[in-house]
């Protein structure tokens, strides 16, 4: 996937005008009076706002057209005539017209660079695998567009796809599920992805139903919904956050409980993890400090699938912990998480030979 970058006059205002945008892709926003101090990176698929550039500020624009930024969509007033010729004299044939929707742009991106969601799976993967992984992507999307503009989430989709999960899960073995996440090129949609499938995995083990499996499925799928409100530039950004960015990233929780007050559709247990699976047994955990028996066996089970995913993951072409490291990892935390649900959880994924596979492949994977 190409980098993206918003130019603007204004680079504050165009952060908040496109939020929407920077949430589905990858977006870097740019002043325009900054382009010459800081060139753009070559290759990178540049949108310019043409709202309140001067001459100056074109100058500026070409200039960083010349060191290797492609001008792929203007976005301007088309009843200005000299905004479109300066965009044609770009080579630009993208024209957004200011006045559209933000819908129009969206469609516009998707068609100059694809759909960030989309995963690139070889045809080495089961037919299945690939089917449901990538009916659960199309489906986070939906999901995250919904939550960003404030419409009621897609539970249909929502639960199809959790079903599709499961039962692809319990045909083709969670080895393959998780081998073929570890390869999608965005880091927060792996992550989800990989949550998911360890948890279903574990439920399974646990000797949950398949109805309750497939609810644990749905709970890995919107665990993380309230970083729709974190810019994916920051949640897959290739180095570590920094720290301001990083207390953005740990108020996700809040963000969900804020996004599920208009939205009561969803199972209680499901919200349940998706506002509380960062909580802790000691009362350390976020964001309201629950202790021991305040918080729900389903959140128990979705935060040991999330902090193993998180240390075993591949991010910024670095691999995580071998499966065996990551669980003497977790083993130093005997006050934080269930020890019962531990103690299966560590028989789950030490006596199966997904991990072993799954860090062979992980070493193959180019991020």
Known sequence: MSRIAIVSADRVKAARRYGVIASLFPIDFLDVKGLASSPVHPGTVLIVDFLGLTEDDVQSLKAALA???KLSISVLDQRNRKQVFQA????CQKLVDRRESLSVLLATLREAVGDYYKPNLSADFPEDIRKALDGACRTLATVSLSAVLGRDL?????????????????KEGVGAWLEAAQTHHSHNYRHILLVTGHAVSF?????????????VALSALVHDLGKVRIPLSIL???GRPTNSEQA???????FTREILKTNKSLPKAVVDVAVWHHEMLDGTGYPDGLKGDEIPFLVRLLTLSDIFAGLTETRGGKDGMSPRQAIQEMAKMPEKLDANLFKVFKKSVLDTGYGRIRRKKMQKVAI
């Open 154 to 170: 897609p539970i249909a989709k929502l639960t199809d796809a959790a079903r599709s999960v499961t039962e692809t899960i319990a």
């Open 67 to 69: 060191s290797g930024g």
């Open 203 to 215: 439920a399974s083990d646990l000797g949950l139903s398949r109805e309750q499996q497939m609810l």
């Open 248 to 254: 953005l990233i740990k108020r996700h929780p809040e």
């Open 236 to 238: 897959d950004k290739p």
């Open 88 to 91: 044609h004299e770009f080579g």
